[in-house]
């Protein structure tokens, strides 16, 4: 593999800066997510926060089609652009996604109070417990999709401070905040209130985002090389990535809301957002790898790039693991102590989605690599093939073994795009990105070297 004579030095400290920003705001973040969900789960009834979590989830497949791609593709395009000195060009893209997004985001959200969206959130929330007002809907999309893509840019100029506070972290702590002082003040709600509240934070952590944004993209050069259909062109394979990743995944709670009651759905929805403790080090990880990763291959130093990948991979498998022991062995009693005694009874697929998880860590960032590289459309194919896998496999065992059998379906999709993903940079690239034993040897002995 060529090593690059222009391959900026210190890479590491400039990863471990980025890393140590990133942990601190995740953890900040994971704190204040479960404490919304902890409150939210008193604040509600079974019923209506698997009301909720369907409206959640509607919420977050329309905000990835409104992104079309371009809170993974805003990373690169900027990352890139700087790198080469283009700052004109980086202008240009900036503008342009963030046109893109607005637009795209103001269609979806008038299709949701238009005579189409009244009989799909008639269809999504058909059961005794009131739904979610479409207006609300439409308005948590058009500002979940331009924080994100507002919050990306920021990555993109290496500025992961910023990406981590206007990535969820504002959002999470704000509607905690909201929700602890409803609990104080006024005590069970509905569903559009806590909704209301989910989208003021949302609101409020944007406002804040895009007036730092506005401040940084004023230093670079003016510039028209790129318009709004150039990023259209280039977010579309990556907007069928995203939806792959993460709408289809989101497709879980929509099997199982078709044969089980909301009851149902808020246990399933309780055990995928509780998870995402187990995926918390690689979300670090993923957060702080892709203006690396974009930099390197620009420089064609893809030795470089394959050591932090693997390094990464190791390392955010050994927290991963530890969580998973806790999990197998007391999954339940996290369950009741997190939610309530009722969601006790999702311990089996709790189990089963933190296995998923686990063997997804293991296989590490390969879809970061390949996005990084200018192959998001084998990316792309990677994560149709994973995650149709996985949802075909709920929509048909969802009616006879319900979470359980959800759960199945949910950690078959995620397994298989990361394995598919694994083996295309590995042929396509010669790159690998999984951690091992080996590796972590290595990784003593370098620290056993550096601390005699």
């Known amino acids: 593999m060529k090593q690059s004579e222009g391959t900026p030095l210190r890479l590491r400290d400039i990863f471990l800066r980025g890393a140590s920003w990133v942990l601190a705001g995740k953890v900040l973040s994971a704190i204040a997510t479960l404490l919304a969900n902890v409150i939210l789960a008193r604040l509600l009834t079974p019923a209506q926060l698997g009301i909720y979590f369907l409206g959640f989830s509607l919420v977050t497949i329309a905000a990835i089609l409104a992104q079309w791609g371009l809170n993974r593709g805003i990373v690169k395009l900027v990352a ?3 790198a080469l000195d283009r700052q004109d060009l980086a202008y ?27 009989w799909l959130l008639t269809k999504l929330f058909d059961s005794q417990t009131p739904g979610i007002a479409a207006w609300l809907l439409g ?25 981590t506070v206007f990535g969820g972290l504002t959002t999470a702590v704000f509607t ?9 003040v006024v005590g069970p709600t509905s569903v559009n209130q806590a909704v209301f509240l989910r989208v003021a934070a949302v609101m409020l952590s944007l406002f804040l985002a895009y007036t730092l944004l506005r401040r940084r993209i ?61 995926a918390f080090p ?34 955010v498998s050994l927290p991963a693991f530890a969580v ?6 007391w999954g ?9 005694e009722y969601y006790r009874a999702g311990a089996i697929a709790f189990s089963i989605v933190t296995l998923g998880q686990l063997l997804n860590i293991l296989t590490g960032s390969p879809g970061v690599l390949l996005t990084m590289s200018g192959h998001e459309k084998l990316f792309m194919y990677a994560a149709i093939a994973g995650g149709v896998t996985g949802v075909t496999m709920s929509w048909l065992i969802a009616e006879d073994h319900g979470v359980v059998g959800v759960a199945i379906g949910y950690c078959v999709g995620i397994i298989s795009v990361n394995a598919v993903a694994w083996a295309v940079s590995r042929w396509k690239l010669g790159i690998n990105t999984h951690g091992s034993p080996l590796i972590l040897w290595r990784l003593i002995n370098e620290l056993a070297v550096k601390t005699k």
């Open 218 to 278: 004023r230093t670079l050069d003016r510039g028209h090389g790129a318009t709004v259909s150039d990023v259209a062109k280039f977010g579309f394979p990556l907007l069928i990535t995203s939806i792959s990743l993460l709408g289809i995944r989101e497709l879980h709670i929509w099997a199982l809301a078709m044969y089980r009651p909301e009851s149902e759905v808020a246990i399933l929805g309780a055990v995928l957002r509780l998870i995402n403790l187990l």
């Open 80 to 82: 890139s652009d700087l």
């Open 139 to 163: 308005l948590w999309i058009m500002f979940k999709a331009l924080e994100a893509t507002v919050s990306e840019t920021f990555r993109g100029f290496h500025e992961i401070l910023w990406a």
């Open 92 to 118: 240009a893209h900036i503008s342009s996604a963030l046109k893109l997004v607005f637009g795209v985001s103001g269609v979806l959200a008038l299709m949701l109070v238009s005579p189409f969206g009244h």
């Open 176 to 184: 905690s905040a909201s929700f602890f002082a409803v609990y104080l």
């Open 282 to 315: 690689l979300l670090v990880v993923n957060a702080v790898l892709p203006p690396m990763v974009a930099r390197l291959y620009a420089h064609k130093n893809y030795a470089k790039a394959q050591d932090i990948l693997q390094k990464s991979a190791t390392v």
């Open 332 to 340: 339940e009693e996290i369950l009741g102590l997190v939610y309530g």
């Open 324 to 329: 998973f022991i806790i999990i197998m062995f």
